[in-house]
T-cell receptor, first 112, second 114 residues
Framework: SQQGEEDPQALSIQEGENATMNCSYKTSINNLQWYRQNSGRGLVHLILIRSNEREKHSGRLRVTLDTSKKSSSLLITASRAADTASYFCATVPIQGAQKLVFGQGTRLTINP | SAVISQKPSRDICQRGTSLTIQCQVDSQVTMMFWYRQQPGQSLTLIATANQGSEATYESGFVIDKFPISRPNLTFSTLTVSNLSPEDSSIYLC???????????FGPGTRLLVL
C-alpha cells in the first residue's frame, strides 16, 4: 500500500529558481529515497538518506529527513529546464524486507 | 549500478488476451521486483520475483492474474493475464544489487488494453 504523500502534487517555477518538494510517510523506516521519472519512463535514483541522517547533499540536490515528523524534503537549487519531471519519494519500512513504498509524486515543470 | 532492459517497450492488446513482459539485467541480482504504474499515478509493487521459488505477491495481486517466472539471476518475466482496460498501465521491473540499498529500474512497458 502507498504510505507516502507528497506535496505539492504539481509545481511550476521559472528556470533558475529553487524547487522544494515534500514527502510524508506513516511507518518507521530504514531509509528514504528520491527518484525522478521523465515522461512516464523508468525511474532514476537520485539520493538516499538513512533514518539516522538528517541532511544530505548531492550536486544541486539537498534532502532533509525528520523522523520525528515522518517527513522529508527535496530541494533542487538553480533549476534547469531539464529538471522537468515527476519526483517520487520512496521509503523502505523497517519491516519491509527491502520493499520500496512510493509516494504519490510531484510533477515539476521548469519554465524557460 | 545495473543496466536493465524490458521488452516490449509498449503494446496494444485486446481484452481477454495476455501479455508477457521480459526483464533482463546485465548482472546477477538476487532481488527483482515488478511494479505497476497506472495512468497519472505512483508506482505500486506487484511482487518480488525470487530465483528458484515462487514470487511473493503484494496484497491485491494474485498469481493467476500476474504469473511471474524467474529462471535465473538475470532474467524475469511478468505476464498480465485476461486483460481488461483497467490493466492499461506502465509495468516496470527493478533490481536491487547485492550490498546496495537502491533499486535500479528498467525503462518500463506501456500497455494499452482496448
Amino acid at each position: 500500500s502507498q504510505q507516502g504523500e507528497e506535496d505539492p502534487q504539481a509545481l511550476s517555477i521559472q528556470e533558475g529558481e529553487n524547487a522544494t518538494m515534500n514527502c510524508s510517510y506513516k511507518t518507521s523506516i530504514n531509509n528514504l529515497q528520491w527518484y525522478r521519472q521523465n515522461s512516464g519512463r523508468g525511474l532514476v535514483h537520485l539520493i538516499l538518506i538513512r533514518s539516522n541522517e538528517r541532511e544530505k547533499h548531492s550536486g544541486r540536490l539537498r534532502v532533509t529527513l525528520d523522523t520525528s515528523k515522518k517527513s522529508s524534503s527535496l530541494l533542487i537549487t538553480a533549476s534547469r529546464a531539464a529538471d522537468t519531471a515527476s519526483y517520487f519519494c520512496a521509503t523502505v519500512p523497517i519491516q519491509g524486507a527491502q520493499k520500496l513504498v512510493f509516494g504519490q509524486g510531484t510533477r515539476l515543470t521548469i519554465n524557460p | 549500478s545495473a543496466v536493465i532492459s524490458q521488452k516490449p517497450s509498449r503494446d496494444i492488446c485486446q481484452r481477454g488476451t495476455s501479455l508477457t513482459i521480459q526483464c533482463q539485467v546485465d548482472s546477477q541480482v538476487t532481488m527483482m521486483f515488478w511494479y505497476r504504474q497506472q495512468p497519472g499515478q505512483s508506482l505500486t509493487l506487484i511482487a518480488t520475483a525470487n530465483q528458484g521459488s515462487e514470487a511473493t505477491y503484494e496484497s491485491g495481486f494474485v498469481i493467476d492474474k500476474f504469473p511471474i517466472s524467474r529462471p535465473n539471476l538475470t532474467f524475469s518475466t511478468l505476464t498480465v493475464s485476461n486483460l481488461s482496460p483497467e490493466d492499461s498501465s506502465i509495468y516496470l521491473c527493478s533490481v536491487e544489487p547485492v550490498r546496495q540499498e537502491t533499486q535500479y529500474f528498467g525503462p518500463g512497458t506501456r500497455l494499452l488494453v482496448l
